[in-house]
């Protein structure tokens, strides 16, 4: 039954693109004819033919995992399934982000970003803290439900490692509250979101202090797997530590940021270890 539901629903994913973007299945591998190069960080998109369902064909060599990867994000968080596990309190992350008096906030054309600076010690390794960015509506899923906005906190490890992972990103949810009382750090940045509303603009932010997010992030729930990057390349090997608590969003925050940003989400990926979607559409129009 699971099988059948996932090749479904793969099926409604390649019809989709099939009818909008006049595709065309090759051998079960290139799902369209039109390749483009991935130049900047906003070349890819979310829309039509430079949408997530064609990243891959906009630099087939870069962004092979895209299609093939089977361990992509982002995916439903479930608790407690064989490939998302719960991380102890003894276990979680200890931060070290200390507060900022003020930080370069950018529209980098697929997101609004945060650079800021920071570490966590986590699995006996030090990871430095690069920047945070949001996505909206949330990417993961937490047992299906989803939620408005979601802000990631992306690291890079001390010592990088052949092995892997060398990459770790804290997920955390926003959700709608009438009431809202947002963290000081999320009103100065991203409720200066209009200041920066084209792709290019920067602004730098009044101090930022972490304590009300590395907080709630210590004292809730956390699950770990491990995924991808959720835009191109799509490469594989990071650590995703996904939050099971929520901050307040108020509606004028909101509204605000998504005016902005607009859509630039994800669609959710199979469970690690499964077939990458885009192989299962493929390979179920054109068999081998």
């Known amino acids: 039954m699971a099988v059948k ?40 998109g979310y829309n039509d033919d430079r949408g997530p369902v064609n990243w891959a064909n906009l630099n087939p060599e870069q962004n092979r995992q895209c299609s093939h990867g089977r361990n992509q994000s982002p995916i439903n968080v479930v608790p407690g399934s064989g490939s998302v596990t719960a991380v102890p309190p003894r276990d979680r992350p200890t931060f070290d982000y200390q507060p900022m008096d003020s930080a370069v906030f950018s529209n980098v054309g697929d997101t609004i970003k945060a650079f800021v600076k920071g570490s966590i010690e986590f699995d006996g390794a030090k990871w430095n803290l690069d920047q945070f960015h949001v996505h909206v509506p949330s990417e993961h899923r937490l047992s299906e439900e989803h939620y408005p906005m979601e802000v990631h906190f992306v690291h890079t490890r001390a010592e990088q490692t052949s092995g892997g992972p060398n990459v770790l990103v804290l997920g955390m949810f926003f959700q709608m509250a009438q009431d809202a009382d947002l963290f000081p750090m999320f009103r100065r940045t991203l409720g200066r979101a209009e ?15 972490f304590e009300p997010f ?7 729930a956390v699950y770990r797997y491990g995924g991808s990057f959720t835009t191109p390349p799509c490469t594989e090997g990071v650590l995703w530590l996904v939050s099971g608590a929520t901050i307040q969003l108020d509606v004028r925050t909101y509204n605000a940021v998504k005016r902005v940003v607009k859509f630039n989400s994800r669609h959710t990926q199979n469970q690690p270890r499964q077939e990458n979607q885009i192989d299962l559409a493929a390979n179920l129009f054109c068999p081998a």
């Open 195 to 209: 200041e920066i509303a084209s792709a290019g603009q920067s602004i730098r932010t009044e101090r930022l202090n």
């Open 5 to 44: 539901l996932l090749l479904s629903v793969s099926a409604l994913l390649a019809s989709f693109f099939i009818v909008t973007s006049a595709a065309r299945i090759n051998n079960g591998m290139t799902l369209v004819r039109r390749q483009a190069t991935i130049t900047s960080e906003g070349s890819f």
């Open 214 to 220: 590395t907080e709630r992030f210590r004292n809730n």
